[in-house]
C-alpha cells in the first residue's frame, strides 16, 4: 500500500529543536524526501536521504533513516518562525512514482 | 530557471460544471505529475505522464477526469462534471528523469503553486 504516516502537529518554542517523523511503506523504496508547504504554496524539497545512508546532515537539518523500521525523521535545529510550514515525507517507489505522507502541521512560537 | 507553472491559482465553480487546468513543467523535464490534495491531507497522485505516455493513471476517476500532454511539453487536467468532493488544490509536478530510470538515480520532483478548487 502507498499509506505514508506522519504525525499530524507539532508545536516548539523557537530556538528548540524540531524532531518530525514519517513510517513509510515500501522497503524497496531507494529514495526518500522531506518537502515543505508553506501556506498557498506548493511543495518544496528541503532534503532527501538515499536508503543505503543511517544520517544525512544539511546545515540546520538532519535526516536520519531506520531502514529496518522503515522510519523516517527529520530534526530542525535553533527552530525559527519561518520554519513554520506543513513538512511531508515521501517515498519514491520504481518508475519515478513518488508516495506522501499526510503532512505534520509545524507551528513555531515565539 | 523558470519553475513549473499552473493556471488558473483559484477557480469557483458549481457541482455539475466543468473545469480545466494547466500546467507548464519545467522545460526537458521528461516526467509530468498529477497530484489532488484535499485539505489536511497529503498529496495523492492522480496521474503520471512521461514524454507524452501515460505511466499510471490508476487514481484518476475516469468518469470524470480526463489529462493529456500533447507534444509531451505542456498537460491540461480536465474535470467533467465536478463534484462537491473534488473540491481541493490540484497539483502539477515534474521531474527531470524518465519513469525507466533505475531507482537508484535521484529524481526530485517539482511542485508548481497549484489550482485551487472550490465547487460549490
Known amino acids: 500500500g502507498e499509506d505514508v504516516e506522519q504525525s499530524l502537529f507539532l508545536s516548539v518554542r523557537e530556538g528548540d529543536s524540531s524532531v518530525i517523523n514519517c513510517t513509510y511503506t515500501?522497503?524497496?523504496?531507494?529514495?526518500l524526501y522531506w518537502y515543505k508547504q508553506e501556506p498557498g504554496a506548493g511543495l518544496q524539497l528541503l532534503t532527501y536521504i538515499f536508503s543505503n545512508m543511517d544520517m544525512k546532515q544539511d546545515q540546520r537539518l538532519t535526516v536520519l533513516l531506520n531502514k529496518k523500521d522503515k522510519h523516517l525523521s527529520l530534526r530542525i535545529a535553533d527552530t525559527q518562525t519561518g520554519d513554520s510550514a506543513i513538512y511531508f515525507c515521501?517515498?519514491?517507489?520504481?518508475?519515478?512514482?513518488?508516495?506522501f505522507g499526510s503532512g505534520t502541521k509545524l507551528n513555531v512560537k515565539p | 530557471e523558470a519553475g513549473v507553472a499552473q493556471s488558473p491559482r483559484y477557480k469557483i465553480i458549481e457541482k455539475r460544471q466543468s473545469v480545466a487546468f494547466w500546467c507548464n513543467p519545467i522545460?526537458?523535464?521528461?516526467?509530468l505529475y498529477w497530484y489532488q490534495q484535499i485539505l489536511g491531507q497529503g498529496p495523492k497522485l492522480l496521474i503520471q505522464f512521461q514524454n507524452n505516455g501515460v505511466v499510471d493513471d490508476s487514481q484518476l476517476p475516469k468518469d470524470r477526469f480526463s489529462a493529456e500532454r500533447l507534444k509531451g511539453v505542456d498537460s491540461t487536467l480536465k474535470i467533467q462534471p465536478a463534484k462537491l468532493e473534488d473540491s481541493a488544490v490540484y497539483l502539477c509536478a515534474s521531474s527531470p528523469r524518465g519513469s525507466g530510470l533505475q531507482s537508484w538515480v535521484n529524481t526530485e520532483a517539482f511542485f508548481g503553486q497549484g489550482t485551487r478548487l472550490t465547487v460549490v
Open positions: 522545460s526537458g523535464h521528461a516526467t
Open positions: 515500501d522497503s524497496s523504496s531507494t529514495y
Open positions: 515521501a517515498e519514491k517507489h520504481n518508475f519515478n512514482k513518488f508516495y
